[in-house]
């Protein structure tokens, strides 16, 4: 590289200089042909006190900088160190402006002309990974980063990554780079600078494109392979005996330690396979469930040229499996093959994303996102759009591009040969083991579609989410907002979006049409307006209807019967006969369009893309049309419908859903009637050594099926401690304030026993709320961080991270922090559940699930509220110990467990640990002893 880099960064005592801010330490780092050459430190006097959250941040304090130089006294150095090169910093923005208003402050003329972002360009140039912090990329590539947030720990491990940057861009063949240069125009920062020097450096010298890659229409992209029949050199006799099967893995997996359980597990699986049986196997938590499915699975495909179908519940379980299955290609003696199918609109239409390249859009978050699957495209093998890291507004682009079938003959997309969806059908027709997920297993036997493999023999891991993933996936739903995107894609006459494109493609072909082009547009402009109309009663049912809440945030109504003849409803029901009669008629008119284009004889590859775009558009079209009809004109007798919302947002967060309240006969008679075998498992399946529970939901006979239970091979004795403190206010119906006051007291204590390190799960994010403002208020734990879901900004994957990374975090979750979420290791010390975890009676679902029962003249509570509660609360048990080497407390801040006859069932369902009851001096003086 000819042009030079200065990587800087800043730490400060906040974010904004114009409000008083001040640098408090600067390190530079010299880049020349892309090595290391200079490094520049110095801590700096701000002139003003350090905040206590930056101190815990950076580690950095008053004292350190009390004898250092004022920014003034070392501003000529830092001017010089900068002069010409290009600067450089991972958040540009932030670091570039600070420095800025630093050096006019010291009387200094800054003139930086060219910066680049280390986060824009490592999106553009490591589309897939996880996460874009410096701590997470220095993990992932091993930089030497001791003092993350110091600023020469940080400027260092900046530097290393522009260089990986660099060295991977080199790799990228010239048409994605001359590409990518096109685009970078409309970026953030001036990468194009950095991509037209590698472009000059590559045209000098011609060089091969490598042979895993090729270029096809203009675009590089990988080669696709098919893996060849698997190959059995000798018979895949199933080992029966633990010792053969040992052997096997002992061969494999370093320091594998023998797990009966695990070894019981593979014969129960092969078992229910050859018996054509169906299973329920609880597996807890460090039995290596994975490789207990995945070895008898695999001998009996093989052996019986069976193919089977595994489906998780989440991607964190698909991407395991991805992960174990090559583990297991190493452990078997003989090869297989082995695919993830997902749904087809998980795949990248390539049709449409080359089209979208020919188009000026300055759209920055599409720009990106283009850049990004350019990149992309050069390392994927399955085009599985998930893999990338989208930002938010790239998710708009992400449904434009995305796989929906073809409208035209499939045979006339000149992308048929290298279409990602069809390889993926083609791999899992020949696979003897195809990787899914529930949704999509759900959709393909309710629907008959044929989109998975004809398979009998299926396993269910996580099969605790199987009966939620059902619902969802037999429910409806209707969102404001996924409304108003839907109609923003179409667009009207007015605007550049898809009908106004699609018309113009209408009007140079010369075809008529029977609904007229003025006609359809005023459709459009209607069925918004009658969608704002629609949206705003509803808004005022639900208020009127929760009147009652003074300070919920998150509203929910059930439509009962009662509801139904309130006049608001009559007018909403009027307004849904609208709508659809608006929403047919619409369909109607693009419909017309297409069929008319699909009669052309020549049409072009921009106008088929822009076809295949209006065909996925008319498929959620109608959908949107069944879902409006299924939810307010023939609502199912099965069904539950309700509609909820946040209390300060409406309209615009207004939902309606609908769900069965029981697909225990759904499941019975089109799933497991139909399959020869079906092994569930989990970790969280039984209440009291029972299954019973989970039988009954599933409509499922005991005695036809297999059940196991596995207990983990953790010494949880000596690893966990369950603590209940006895001086806490009963939990009452109705106003909680005592009790919440009395949390927060209770959490600012614990957390400097425990030093943070801790995760406080609730049941209610209204509670949840309540009480983070209670303790952020109090200003007892200003050296924490407190992050919570739904008011610290992130999804849980990301609140998680950032608890991992401060020694003093805690993280305050509820909803679906209660399984899921994985912290090993020292991270979490103390686990906090709030409140057992039972539904609210209010909640549509379990208020209708609750007369069904009623109606059976049976006890709600017993039948379904208890044993509900009984398996979250051990989901949320099974968050503190990962390992065998983890070890923590958990306290349980509601009394109920030990004042109601009902609180032993929670007991009972834990693992034998120590439990310990007194007030909060005593828990705290067990802590300090326990850790």
């Known amino acids: 590289m000819s042009r030079n880099f200065v990587v800087v960064d800043l730490e400060t005592t906040g ?7 001040r640098i408090i330490q600067i390190s530079a780092v010299a880049v020349e042909n892309n090595k290391i050459v200079d490094q520049y430190t110095s801590f700096i006097n701000p002139g003003i006190s350090i905040p206590p959250f930056i101190e815990e941040l950076t580690g950095i304090n008053d004292h350190m900088v009390e004898n250092a130089p004022t920014f003034s006294e070392i501003a000529h150095q830092v001017k010089a160190f900068l002069a010409d090169s290009i600067f450089v910093a991972h958040n540009v923005l932030f670091d570039l402006s600070f420095l800025q208003g630093e050096l006019r402050s010291a009387g200094f003329l800054t003139s930086v002309d060219e ?32 003092h993350p947030h110091r600023a020469d720990s940080d400027a260092l491990a900046t530097a290393e990554l522009l260089r990986l940057l660099i060295e991977n861009a080199k790799q990228l063949p010239l048409v994605t780079l001359e590409k990518l240069a096109d685009l970078s125009f409309y970026l953030k920062s001036d990468i194009s600078i950095l991509l037209h020097e590698i472009i000059k450096e590559k045209r000098r010298k011609i060089e091969d494109l490598p042979p895993h890659l090729e270029v096809f229409r203009g675009i590089a992209l990988k080669k696709k392979e098919t893996p060849e029949e698997a190959e059995v050199t000798s018979d895949p006799n199933f080992p029966l005996h633990h010792e053969d099967k040992e052997k096997l893995i002992q061969t494999v997996v370093n320091g594998y330690e023998k797990r009966v359980g695990q070894m019981d597990m593979m014969n129960a699986v092969y078992e229910a396979f050859t018996t054509k049986k169906h299973a329920l196997i609880e597996a807890e938590t460090g039995i290596g469930k994975s490789l207990g499915y995945l070895f008898p699975a695999l001998y009996f495909a093989m052996e019986r040229k069976e193919p089977i179908i595994i489906s998780t519940y989440t991607l964190q379980m698909q991407d395991q499996l991805n992960t174990e299955i090559q583990k297991m290609s190493k452990i078997v003696p003989f090869s297989f093959r082995a695919t993830v199918l997902k749904g087809r609109h998980n795949y990248l239409n390539l049709l449409k994303f080359e089209q979208s390249l020919n188009e000026v859009d300055p759209v920055y978050d599409h720009v990106m996102t283009k850049m990004q699957l350019l990149v992309w495209l050069t390392k994927t093998d399955t085009g599985d759009i998930d893999e990338l890291n989208f930002s938010s507004g790239g998710k708009r682009y992400k449904e434009r591009i995305r796989h929906d079938g073809w409208f035209l003959q499939k045979e006339k997309d000149p992308w048929i040969s290298r279409d990602f969806y069809m390889h993926a059908r083609k791999l899992a027709l020949h696979a003897e083991i195809v990787i899914t997920n529930h949704a999509m297993l759900l959709v393909d036997m309710e629907k008959e579609k044929g989109l998975l493999p004809e398979a009998n023999f299926i396993i269910v891991d996580e099969a605790h989410n199987f009966i939620q993933a059902a619902r969802k996936s037999y429910g409806k739903k209707i969102e404001f907002h996924s409304v108003k995107y839907i109609l923003g894609k179409l667009g009207t006459l007015e605007n550049r979006q898809m009908f106004s494109r699609f018309e113009q493609m209408i009007q140079q072909k010369g075809l008529e049409t029977t609904i007229y082009p003025g006609q359809l547009d005023q459709y459009i402009s209607q069925f918004d307006a009658e969608i704002d109309d629609f949206f ?91 879902n409006w009809k299924e939810l307010m004109i023939k609502a199912s007798t099965n069904d539950v419908v309700w509609v909820e919302g946040d209390a300060r947002t409406m309209p615009n967060s207004l939902s309606l859903y609908s769900q069965p309240v029981n697909v225990g006969d759904l499941l019975s008679d089109h799933f497991f009637a139909k399959k020869a075998s079906v092994v569930m498992t989990s970790a969280t399946m039984t209440i009291d050594q029972s299954f019973q529970y989970f039988l009954q939901q599933l409509h499922l006979e005991s005695a036809a099926v297999i059940q196991m239970q596995i207990r983990s091979p953790f010494a949880y004795e000596k690893l966990a401690k369950l603590l209940i403190p006895t001086d806490l206010p009963q939990i009452r119906a109705g106003d909680n304030d005592e009790f919440i006051e009395a949390v927060a007291g209770h959490l600012a204590a614990i957390a400097e026993a425990t030093e943070g390190r801790m995760l406080v799960l609730f049941t209610s994010h209204d509670m949840l709320r309540k009480t983070y403002q ?38 305050f979750g509820t909803n679906s922090f209660w399984e899921g979420v994985d912290i090993p290791g020292k991270d979490l010390a103390c686990l906090v559940i709030v409140r057992l975890p039972f539904s609210s009676p209010q909640d549509p679902l379990t208020a209708a699930k609750f007369e069904e029962i009623k109606k059976i003249g049976k006890n709600p509570f017993s039948v379904s509220s208890l044993p509900e509660a009984v398996i979250r609360f051990k989901q949320g048990f099974g968050r503190l110990i990962r390992t065998e080497t983890d070890r923590g407390v958990v306290i349980v801040l509601d009394r109920r467990i030990d004042t109601t006859t009902y609180g032993k069932a929670f007991l009972q369902s834990l693992p034998k640990i120590p439990i310990e009851r007194g007030g909060l001096k005593e828990i705290i003086s067990i802590i300090d002893k326990w850790l």
């Open 115 to 146: 910066a680049i972002d280390t986060v824009e360009l490592t999106k553009i140039i490591m589309p897939d990974l996880p996460s874009y912090k410096l701590a997470d990329l220095s993990e992932q590539f091993e930089f030497v980063h001791d």
């Open 774 to 811: 209670l303790v952020k208020e109090s200003g007892l734990l200003e050296e924490f961080v407190l992050l919570a879901q739904g008011i610290t900004a992130g999804s849980r994957t990301r609140l998680t991270k950032n608890f991992q990374q401060f020694d003093k975090a805690i993280l």
């Open 536 to 626: 705003m009663l509803l808004s005022r049912l639900i208020v009127k209807e929760t009147n009652h809440m003074k300070q919920a945030v998150k509203l929910q109504i059930r439509i009962t019967e009662r509801i139904k003849e309130d006049r608001l409803w009559s007018a909403l029901t009027m307004c849904a006969e609208r709508l659809l009669d608006l929403q047919r008629q619409i369909y109607n008119g693009l419909h017309e369009r297409l069929q008319k284009m699909k009669e052309q004889s020549k049409i072009e590859s921009r106008e088929k893309a822009l076809i295949e775009e209006m065909n996925s558009f008319l498929l959620e079209w109608d959908s949107l049309g069944e």
């Open 15 to 21: 974010n904004s200089f114009e409000k008083g801010d």
